[in-house]
């Protein structure tokens, strides 16, 4: 099989569709940031570093975004995926508050600015963290339609066969060499299962039928795991242009390779050309240009 990828190279698609999903959801995100610190008006600035609002530094949001193009691939309105996009992007949030405390990955800083519990301290960067869990289970049984189903699948995204399990196992084989079988699964999950619960969820949002919700399902985990790919080969690239010592087995070729996988598996969907197209091209802008750096 060629290694090339079989997602469109044109990225302009996804800037058409990508640009006013992401002010419709920026614009959520602040009133959600806004209406927390209400309650607690102390944490309103740790919240608003963490989610990235506020004049603050944000993340990519692909994964919101996801939800939010998934919705009308299904031939919805992506304003009724809303409330599944935020507990997307406070569920990564979270992630991000656990994976950096000194008993995770134990980093100093987050997007240039010191990460939540060197200005906190543990506990409370623990807390703003389970805060953040917690209204993302609320924002996901929130949804008018298939709410229950919605938080019933976070549920499984947040919890030991999931991102927890995935965690667990990346901290039991630090430094033990990689994980075997099972195990292996399990770890890829921490990465995957979030990028198939966004797709998911902005399918059932908008009352898709089960074929698309699990061909929806199935492009966000293969998503997923080539973004994690594509990070590996970008850190590989950056070894080598260091001296240091490449690892992993071409984590690029592997990621084109989900690429192409994932654009057959939609074509085979029974999602509309437009929706599979618009899908396509967040897949390209969100690995694509990743590894045009690393070719």
Same mark, same amino acid.
């Given at each position: ?18 640009? !006013?999903?992401?002010? @419709? ?15 607690? !008006? ?29 919705? %009308? ?5 992506? +304003?009724?995926?809303?409330?599944? &996009? ?7 949030? =979270? ?42 289970? %609320?924002?996901?049984?929130?949804? !008018? ?71 929806? @399902?199935? *492009? ?9 790919? =594509? ?9 080598? &242009? ?9 984590? =690029?070729?592997?990621? +084109? *390779? ?38």
């Amino acid at each position: 099989m060629s290694a090339a990828p079989a997602v469109a190279h044109d990225v302009d698609a996804w800037g058409l569709v990508a640009s !006013p999903l992401r002010r @419709s959801f920026e614009h959520a995100l602040e009133t959600e940031t806004v209406r927390l610190g209400e309650t607690l !008006p102390w944490v309103r600035e740790a919240l608003a570093r963490a989610l990235g609002t506020e004049g603050h530094v944000a993340g990519r949001r692909w994964r919101p975004l996801l939800t939010l193009v998934a919705a %009308e691939a299904c031939g919805g309105d992506h +304003r009724d995926a809303i409330s599944a &996009a935020l507990s997307v992007e406070l569920t990564h949030t =979270a992630s991000l508050l656990l994976d950096d405390l000194p008993c995770m990955d134990d980093a100093a800083l987050r997007r240039g600015e010191l990460t939540a519990h060197r200005r906190l301290g543990s506990a409370g960067a623990i807390l703003l963290a389970v805060g953040l869990l917690g209204r993302a289970a %609320e924002c996901a049984g929130a949804l !008018p339609r298939n709410g229950d189903a919605v938080a019933a699948s976070w549920g499984r995204t947040i919890g030991l066969t999931g991102m927890a399990g995935g965690q667990a196992v990346d901290l039991a084989h630090a430094g033990k060499g990689a994980a075997r079988a099972a195990a292996r699964r399990l770890l890829r999950r921490k990465t995957t299962v979030l990028a198939a619960f966004a797709a998911e969820s902005g399918a059932r949002a908008v009352g898709a039928a089960e074929p698309q919700v699990a061909a929806l @399902s199935r *492009f966000g985990r293969d998503l997923g795991w080539a973004y994690q790919l =594509a990070d590996d080969a970008c850190d590989a690239a950056e070894d080598s &242009a260091a001296g240091r010592e490449a690892s992993g087995c071409a984590p =690029a070729r592997q990621a +084109r *390779f989900l690429l192409n996988r994932a654009a057959r598996a939609l074509h085979a969907s029974a999602l509309p050309d437009h929706g599979a197209a618009a899908l396509l091209a967040c897949g390209r802008a969100v690995v694509g240009s990743m590894l045009d750096d690393v070719s």
